[in-house]
């Protein structure tokens, strides 16, 4: 597939114009065959509810018609019971006249509750088979090849049970009085309205007659049920009829009963059996048994199923018809095909139109395109100017095409102009480049050689400014050593003078501790004489017993004890004298010791203080070498810095020197390319045409 890229103006419009038309004629064409074929398929289900409603309505005719007849005889039997009933023949003869009136019905019948007619049920009780053995009114009027007879109500096998009764009939069950065979009377008397019997197969004169009963419940003024009348109606004629019909051609209808069972089917054999509700929606049979109109689809297939009113007994019956939706969008499909034909005939007009009337507009694009492909190659003539026909978006593109060569040949006169120049400026500026090239080389050359000097005298100062500054920090360490030093002195010194205070108040003790033992002393020398005293007045007391004799030897006891007491103390006061006395001696010499010590003392605190203040002479000596050693080494620092920062400017002349150099080789190679646009843009304007 070709590139979008590649592709001409022509095809681009062309293409996405018909994408778009395309797109817009489907969409339009779609939406009129959605739109054609919803209203053909409503205007189907239209017609084909119409013709359901038809059907319907044939068929309701038909019952309606032939419920008549029930009701007529139920308001006849009602109106007798008020004025008086006649003899059950005279019944007879009348609902045979009624029959013939309507050849639709097989039979006419009514039967009676048990004396509900005249009260003679008794008096008829051998009138078999037209009585059951109980007597009961129950008339059954048929019709048999061609004419109208009366017939039992009771079928063979209902006659064959009720013979044994004849003579018995307190035993007899009607059949009637029971679901099943008897529904045509049992139904209505429990429902006690009208009521429409489903589809059943009955004997008829000897025959198996597929018929529904159409039953009218009889009751007097009261509302009391009495019995039933009731016509049958066959069923053959309906599925000959209706059941024979062919919807649109090709559809059938069917008949549906109230419970479900089909009266008329598709197929006969179907008839009289009850549909399966699986092959219909859900809900499909009680929507029947309400009266509602029901319509689907389903396999491809449309189903309409309308309601038919059974009188008044408000059972029902549906008719449906089924016919293919095929045939009933028939028409939309034609519709739709057409459109879509017309649709195609009408994309092609409009693209062949399109495509002559781009060729026509495209020619002056063309011109244009192969006017700009020319200057664009480098070869056009800029003296050229395109023709202008009219005034829309291309004649204004050529004219502003035209104006732009103008502009075009204009700018590239002064090109040329300018190039010229450029050459010319560019060789003179040859020469001063390459002088100036030369001499930045010889300078950075120099500079280069400069800077290593500087740098080498950088090294020797910083060498310098480091050793000042080793010197500096060993300097700080001993001055540092030096005030910790003077610090311990003075602690010591302080430490010798605290000692030499505590030696005097030593030695002062000791002198009081002398003085005291002095004083102890005296005190036992006292002590010593009072004793003494005592020794003698205890020798006196002794002397003055002896001479009291008796009398006295108590007293005697007393003084040898006080003597005794005198003596030792006397011991006591010589020994306590003699250890103060070793104390004293003590003392003296522990005082001797302490002078001493006091006097040794004092010369270390006279030392310490001299130490001191060697010390405080130290350290002021240390702290104004370090001020001295600072200044030094700050000076080399900032003399390393100066040198450094000479270094690195000498390094950026060297540097900027070098750059100069490689600008100016810049230049100079940029004068050598000047020089070679200059020419190239002589070739190029060369080759336009101005």
Known sequence: MLHLSRMSLRTKILLFT??????????????????????????GLLRLQEQARAYADQVEGQFTAAYQLPINLALA??????????????????????????PLASGLYMVWEPNALDGKDDGYRQDWPKH?????????????????????????????????????????????ESAGWGDFYYVPKQRQQDTVTEPTSYDVNGQQVLLSSLVVAIKNAAGQFLGVAAVDLPLASLQASIGQAKPFGVGHVS?????????????????????????????????????????????????EYQPIKMGNSQQPWSVGVVVPESVVVAEAVSVRNWAIVVGLIAIILIVAVLSVVLNVLIAPLRRLAVAMEEVSSGQGDLTRQLPIHGQDEIGRTAQAFNQFVVTLRGMFLD???????????????????????????????????????????????????????????????????????????????????????????LVASMQSLNTQSLQVNQIVQTIKEIADQTNLLALNAAIEAARAGDMGRGFAVVADEVRKLAGRSGE???????????????????????????????????????????????????????????????????????????????????????????????????????????????????????
């Open 77 to 102: 039997m009602t109106g007798m019971q008020a004025t008086g009933v006649p003899e059950r023949k005279v019944l007879d003869n009348v609902m045979m006249s009624m029959l013939a009136s309507q």
């Open 132 to 176: 059951d053995p109980t007597g009961r009114y129950t008339p059954y009027i048929v019709r048999s090849e061609g004419k109208i007879i009366q017939d039992t109500l009771l079928g063979s096998t209902q006659k064959a049970a009720a013979e044994p009764f004849r003579n018995n009939p307190q035993q007899y069950t009607a059949p009637y």
């Open 255 to 303: 008949l549906i009963s109230n419970a479900g069972l089909y009266v008329v089917a598709p197929d006969a054999a179907n008839a009289g059996k009850k549909l399966n509700e699986a092959d219909f929606p859900a809900g499909f049979m009680t929507d029947l048994r309400a009266g509602k109109a029901v319509h689907f689809e389903r396999d491809g297939l449309l189903y």
């Open 572 to 690: 006591a006061t010589i020994e306590i004298s003699k250890i103060v006395n070793t104390i004293q001696g003590e003392i003296h010499k522990a005082g001797d010791h302490m002078q001493v010590t006091q006097q040794q003392v004092g010369a270390s605190v006279q030392l310490s203080r001299q130490a001191a203040e060697s010390m405080n002479t130290v350290r002021a000596g240390t702290e104004q070498m370090l001020v001295n050693i600072g200044d030094i080494a700050n000076a080399t620092r900032e003399q390393a810095a100066a040198s450094t920062d000479i270094a690195q400017n000498i390094e950026t002349i060297s540097n900027m020197s070098q750059r100069n150099s490689d600008a100016m080789s810049e230049v100079g190679a940029s004068v050598k390319d000047l020089e070679q646009m200059a020419l190239h843009l002589k070739t190029i304007v060369s080759g336009f045409k101005l």
């Open 415 to 505: 090109v040329r102009s300018q190039s010229e120049a450029v050459s010319h400026a560019s060789q003179q500026l040859a020469g001063p480049a390459e002088t100036v090239k030369t001499s930045s080389i010889h300078q950075a050359e120099a500079a280069t050689s400069t800077a290593a000097s500087v740098e080498e005298v950088t090294v020797s100062i910083q060498h310098i400014a480091d050793s000042a500054h080793d010197f500096e920090q060993t300097a700080r360490e001993t001055g540092k050593e030096t005030s910790a030093s003077q610090f311990k002195v003075d602690e010591v010194a302080k430490e010798i003078a605290q000692i030499h205070e505590t030696m005097a108040h």
């Open 18 to 43: 018909t994408v778009a038309i395309v797109i817009g004629f489907s969409a339009m064409i779609l939406i009129i065959a959605s739109n054609a074929y919803q209203s053909a398929k409503a205007q």
